[in-house]
């Protein structure tokens, strides 16, 4: 994109410019005016720059009939002067804003680095509170969990040990009772033996008898005190054998509880070791964070001096560029893209657009290396002959045209059969001198009005009945149905009708009171594809349909026109809208600016494009379409007419 007009664009505007002024001149100069009236005229170049008089020598005395040519070589000269000037100002004014563009992107990276300070910093303050208010609470709660444990087995240990010192007693108090039934046991067979020797070593029966029977009572208190003991020593062994069993298990609880207490000692020491590290750890991460807290500030204050250094040069800045140019905004000059294709926005081609549009398709040929394109969303049957013949008129190429109607109309093959009149032997015709129209008569009813085109193409019939306009049919240059339309009685159209050159009806307008109530599409096989509800969301679907499939498409146009403002809201950045009086009525032109997000344009003159400074919310990119306004003097260099200069020269003398 280029800031600068080019060189020959310059010349050619200066060229315009002079050859304009030429013509506004009287074609003979007042043969009153003396000659010192040149005087004032000469002087007006003086409040431009000291370098500029000295560029241009102040003329010899000249005579009175050689008048207009000094003063038209003088406007040249200022004209010249006043371009020079314009190149100057506007290079001044791109780097002025392109020095504040790079102050507000360094007031922009500073910004951004004051934020991450500041969340830096936040994040640091987070931390060293998070940090101060960890107390380990968990590590606590296990040492006060573990300690509850340890309690609980010390008092399940001396449980177990006291078991343990019970059982051991009752298991020597039943090994002693085993002896000492040992004993009885020993001394009761003892007894036993005893009495048996005595009865074995007796021969005597009568004597065995005798013994026996004194001691019968021994006896029986032997054999009965032999199976007590008996009984009683299976008893204490039983019972030895269950204690035996009580105390190992008693035991096995008891080594497993010391067990469980060594590890509760154990995780006890872990856990306090663990405690002493997260301290230790905190304390070198609140240093760290401190050293990080300290260097933070330092660099926020630091960037906080450079933040307001930035906006103290963004506000001198921008009070040399409000002060010098009285605007906030950059206006710069932008340039057509070779690879991109622009074409011109037109609902119809009528003459109330026609000087904008010849000045837009000359400034388009004079820029571009391709012929423009012209998109239109009006129906007119010969909008080809009719481009022709502008384009011819104005001696431009002849742009390519893409039209609503036209577009829904096509079809392939073209098949449509060429309309004709039969002969009917009911009929009467009356022909026109030239045979161009013709009225169709039943009896002395009028049936048809007929225009033709040419000698063998019907252009349109218009229908009646009972003497009512009820039915009009367009056709194109082929002499195929293109449009017709129904009229009510009263006159007011009812409906209106399009259809393919093949023939098939592809748009049904339905009208209420004159006014578009509902359009129906229809598809190839008569079934309908949509309804619209009005004109503009007709033109509005197919232009947006037709710009997706032309993503290279920048489109000029004319921002009062409802269409294209309502594409602005989807292809801003793809349009360029047309301004023609800014200058004299800008208020129209802000308004469309704030509500539509434009940030290129073009305009009809450079006092245009210098206005806009004055009215725009934000920077712009914009190039002015030179016509013979566009080139004119600013008002402080403006020769004044020779009439004014003589009575000038009256009023010093």
């Not at 080594?255 to 070791?273: F, L, W």
Request: glycine content about 2%; overall charge negative; some cysteine.
């Amino acid at each position: 994109m280029r800031l600068f007009k080019s060189k020959d664009k310059t010349e050619q505007s200066a060229l315009t410019t002079l050859l304009s002024v030429n013509k506004q001149e009287p074609d003979q100069p007042d043969p009153a005016q003396p000659e010192s009236a040149a005087a004032p005229a000469s002087a007006a170049p003086e409040p431009v720059t000291a370098a500029a008089t000295a560029a241009a020598p102040a003329p010899a005395p000249t005579p009175a009939a050689d008048l207009p040519a000094a003063i038209d070589r003088l406007k040249g000269q200022l004209k010249g002067l006043a371009t020079q000037y314009q190149g100057l100002r506007q290079e001044l004014q791109t780097k002025m804003f392109a020095q504040r563009d790079v102050i507000k992107q360094t007031l922009r990276e500073v910004s951004a680095r004051e934020k991450r300070i500041t969340v830096q910093l936040a994040d640091i303050a987070q931390q060293q509170k998070d940090l101060q208010a960890q107390d380990d609470a968990a590590l606590h709660s296990q040492l006060t969990d573990l300690a509850q444990a340890k309690a609980a087995l010390q008092k399940q240990i001396t449980n177990l040990e006291q078991q343990v010192t019970t059982l051991q007693k009752s298991v020597d108090d039943n090994d002693q009772a085993i002896k000492d039934n040992a004993a009885a046991q020993q001394k009761n067979r003892a007894d036993n033996a005893k009495l048996a020797a005595e009865i074995k070593g007796e021969a005597d029966l009568v004597a065995v008898v005798q013994i026996i029977e004194k001691n019968k009572d021994e006896v029986f208190a032997l054999h009965t005190q032999a199976e007590t003991l008996t009984k009683e020593a299976a008893q204490l062994q039983e019972k030895g054998t269950r204690l035996q069993d009580e105390l190992a298990n008693t035991q096995d609880g008891l080594t497993a509880a010391n067990r469980k207490s060594t590890e509760n000692d154990q995780q006890t020491r872990q856990i306090e070791q663990k405690l002493d590290q997260a301290k230790r750890d905190r304390h070198a991460q609140l240093n760290t964070l401190q050293t990080q807290e300290k260097a933070a500030k330092q660099q926020h204050q630091t960037i906080v001096a450079q933040f307001e250094a930035c906006q103290r040069d963004l506000a001198a800045i921008q009070d040399d560029i409000q002060h010098i140019f009285n605007t906030d905004h950059l206006i710069r000059l932008f340039q057509l893209h070779d690879n991109h294709q622009y074409g011109v926005l037109a609902s119809d081609f009528g003459a109330a657009q026609e000087q904008d549009m010849v000045a837009i398709f000359q400034y388009l040929e004079a820029h571009l290396k391709h012929p423009a394109i012209l998109i239109s969303y009006g129906y007119d049957p010969d909008l080809a002959d009719h481009i022709q013949t502008w384009a011819a008129k104005h001696d431009l190429h002849t742009p390519t045209v893409y039209n609503l109607f036209t577009e829904l109309q096509k079809s392939a093959p073209n098949t449509a059969q060429q309309m004709t009149i039969p002969d009917n032997d009911h009929w009467r015709s009356v022909w026109s001198d030239g045979r161009r129209t013709r009225d169709i008569y039943d009896h002395d009813q009028h049936l048809m009005h007929v225009t033709y085109r040419d000698a063998d193409h019907i252009n349109q019939i218009d229908y009646y009945s009972e003497e009512h306009l009820s039915k009009r049919s367009e056709f194109n240059e082929h002499g195929q149905l293109s449009r017709t339309t129904t009229f009510a009685k009263d006159g007011t159209m009812q409906q209106v009708d399009y259809y393919r050159i093949e023939g098939t009806l592809v748009l049904s307008f339905h009208y209420v009171d004159e006014k578009v109530d509902n359009i129906q599409m229809f598809d190839t096989n008569g079934l309908l594809y949509t309804v619209f509800n009005s004109t503009h969301d007709l033109a509005y679907w197919w232009l947006a349909a037709f710009w997706k499939q032309h993503p290279e498409l920048f489109v000029i146009g004319d921002p009062s026109d409802p269409i294209f403002t309502r594409l602005a809201a989807d292809y801003a950045d793809q349009e360029l809208p047309y301004f023609s009086q800014i200058t004299t009525k800008p208020a129209p032109v802000k308004k469309a600016l704030q509500d539509t997000p434009w940030t290129q344009l073009l305009v009809a003159t450079m006092a245009d494009q210098q206005a806009l400074g004055k009215i725009t919310n934000r920077d712009l990119s914009v190039d002015y379409i030179a016509t013979g306004a566009a080139d004119t003097l600013p008002e402080a260099l403006t020769l004044a007419a020779p009439a004014q200069t003589k009575a000038a020269a009256q009023a010093t003398e």
